[in-house]
């Protein structure tokens, strides 16, 4: 198990599959997704899930869940290249009870550490609508990057937005003397 300080990630199981449901038909929390904005079928979310938990290469998807067990939300590293080292990091809490309390960071924390400590990555980068303004703190309250801007990327709420890459560096993440007991890889 992946564990911080707030949460704990473990793998996502059938059982996840009416909470998942729920989140991605939730346009409070999908409008901030690089996902379809309408309602999703539970078949269309089987699928997912069935991939998702289903191991592969390029990808890793995980469960995040508080202390206690409550699931609240998931996070992954996805299109990793073991080649060239790099992975986009992906994060949602569902559970909109926990936005801005700190779990999305402790979360990418973890995820962050997965990626430079386990599988010896070199680089993780994300795309965040501009819109986001809590995500581009969690991520900059994580020592991110602003790496660029896709103009006028994504038509959301009637108009165009840009979208914005971050980044981080292993000797970024090595650099960050706060992380080195900040999570642990039980
Ligand atoms: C984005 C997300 C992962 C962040 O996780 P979180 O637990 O809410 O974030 P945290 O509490 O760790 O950090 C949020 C920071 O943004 C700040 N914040 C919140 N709302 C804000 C706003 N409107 N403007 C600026 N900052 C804001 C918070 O104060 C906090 O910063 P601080 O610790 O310096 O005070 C989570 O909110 C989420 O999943 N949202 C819905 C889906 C989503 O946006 N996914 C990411 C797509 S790129």
Same mark, same amino acid.
């Given at each position: 198990?992946?564990?911080?300080?707030?949460?704990?990630? &473990?793998?996502? =199981?059938?059982?996840? !599959? /009416?909470?998942?449901? $729920?989140?991605?038909? @939730?346009?409070? %929390?999908?409008?901030?997704?690089?996902?379809?904005?309408?309602?999703?079928? &539970?078949?269309? =979310?089987?699928?997912? !899930? /069935?991939?998702?938990? $289903?191991?592969?290469? @390029?990808?890793? %998807?995980?469960?995040?869940?508080?202390?206690?067990?409550?699931?609240?939300?998931?996070?992954?590293?996805?299109?990793?290249?073991?080649?060239?080292?790099?992975?986009?990091?992906?994060?949602?809490?569902?559970?909109?009870?926990?936005?801005?309390?700190?779990?999305?960071?402790?979360?990418?924390?973890?995820?962050?550490?997965?990626?430079?400590?386990?599988?010896?990555?070199?680089?993780?980068?994300?795309?965040?609508?501009?819109?986001?303004?809590?995500?581009?703190?969690?991520?900059?309250?994580?020592?991110?990057?602003?790496?660029?801007?896709?103009?006028?990327?994504?038509?959301?709420?009637?108009?165009?937005?840009?979208?914005?890459?971050?980044?981080?560096?292993?000797?970024?993440?090595?650099?960050?003397?706060?992380?080195?007991?900040?999570?642990?890889?039980?």
């Amino acid at each position: 198990m992946l564990t911080g300080n707030l949460i704990n990630l &473990r793998a996502l =199981e059938r059982d996840d !599959l /009416e909470r998942c449901w $729920t989140w991605m038909n @939730d346009a409070e %929390v999908t409008q901030f997704l690089a996902v379809p904005q309408r309602p999703i079928s &539970r078949v269309e =979310e089987e699928k997912w !899930l /069935e991939n998702a938990m $289903t191991q592969r290469d @390029d990808e890793c %998807v995980f469960a995040i869940t508080t202390k206690d067990g409550t699931h609240i939300g998931n996070c992954g590293l996805m299109c990793i290249d073991h080649v060239a080292r790099h992975a986009a990091l992906g994060i949602m809490i569902g559970d909109k009870d926990y936005w801005g309390r700190g779990y999305g960071a402790d979360a990418v924390n973890v995820l962050l550490r997965y990626a430079f400590e386990v599988l010896n990555l070199n680089r993780v980068y994300l795309r965040v609508h501009a819109y986001n303004l809590r995500g581009i703190r969690c991520y900059e309250k994580c020592g991110f990057q602003h790496e660029g801007r896709l103009r006028q990327q994504v038509y959301r709420h009637g108009r165009y937005w840009d979208t914005l890459v971050m980044g981080m560096l292993r000797e970024e993440w090595e650099s960050r003397s706060d992380m080195i007991n900040a999570t642990q890889v039980a």
